[in-house]
């Protein structure tokens, strides 16, 4: 059980497009996803809390127009990068919370999403 | 917000030596320490967890332990075999769930 998938697994686009990443929770509600950035050889940096149903909560630093965030169902929130620049470049992972069985606060991530933006 | 500080950053081992990594937290409100292990391109992997109620928890080579009035948490992984080589995080977390994750060691395990 708690599996969460992203999809895709990789992506490729040019400067200037928008991608747009979903994860999904295959087999539980998830009230809450996470959205998180990891460059190489670096830790994972939150980007933005998503709340099934609300806005998502960005953390500083973090343009909210840039990163789209939608999260309409218990199951599925998608994060769209706008305009993306070669910066943008990086492992983009999601986290989703259970429900029912949480166990305190553990969060299951999904495999994550390279992104290379030429 | 809520800091967290990991030490080292680096760390190798012979192998079937113990192998060590700390954290402190900032934010006296984290109720939840997570440990990762993530390999390369690969998502983070929970290997131990613990609660600020607890000040030790063990699963066979693994260990944490919690000095909640300190606000360090450590990761004690004994034996170490070679497949133990990868990238660990500690994390902080509060009851709103959001997670504080360390900068990571990268633990090398010489056969």
């Known amino acids: 059980g708690a599996v969460v998938s992203q999809h895709p697994s990789w992506v490729i686009c040019k400067s200037g497009t928008s991608v747009k990443i979903e994860c999904r929770s295959l087999?539980?509600?998830?009230?809450?996803m996470f959205w998180y950035r990891q460059f190489p050889k670096q830790s994972l940096m939150l980007m933005a809390t998503?709340?099934?149903?609300?806005?998502?909560?960005?953390e500083q630093g973090v343009e909210k127009d840039k990163f789209l965030i939608n999260h309409a169902s218990l199951t599925l929130s998608t994060l769209t990068v706008t305009s993306a620049h070669p910066e943008d470049s990086s492992f983009y992972i999601c986290?989703?919370?259970?429900?029912?069985?949480?166990?305190?606060?553990?969060?299951?991530f999904g495999p994550g999403t390279r992104l290379t933006v030429l | 917000g809520e800091n967290v500080e990991q030490h080292p950053s680096t760390l190798s081992v012979q192998e079937g030596d113990s192998a060590v990594i700390k954290c402190t937290y900032s934010d006296s409100a984290s109720n939840y320490f997570p440990w990762y292990k993530q390999e390369l391109g690969k998502r983070p992997q929970l290997i131990i967890d613990i609660r600020s109620n607890v000040g030790e928890k063990k699963d066979q080579r693994i260990a944490v332990t919690l000095n909640k009035t300190a606000k360090h948490f450590s990761l004690h992984i004994t034996e170490t075999q070679p497949e133990d080589s990868a990238v660990y995080f500690c994390?902080?977390?509060?009851?709103?769930?959001?997670?504080?994750f360390g900068d990571g060691t990268t633990l090398t395990v010489k056969p």
């Open positions: 998503s709340n099934e149903g609300s806005k998502a909560t960005y």
């Open positions: 994390a902080a977390s509060t009851n709103a769930g959001k997670s504080t």
């Open positions: 087999d539980f509600q998830a009230t809450t």
């Open positions: 986290s989703a919370r259970d429900l029912l069985t949480t166990k305190y606060n553990e969060q299951f």
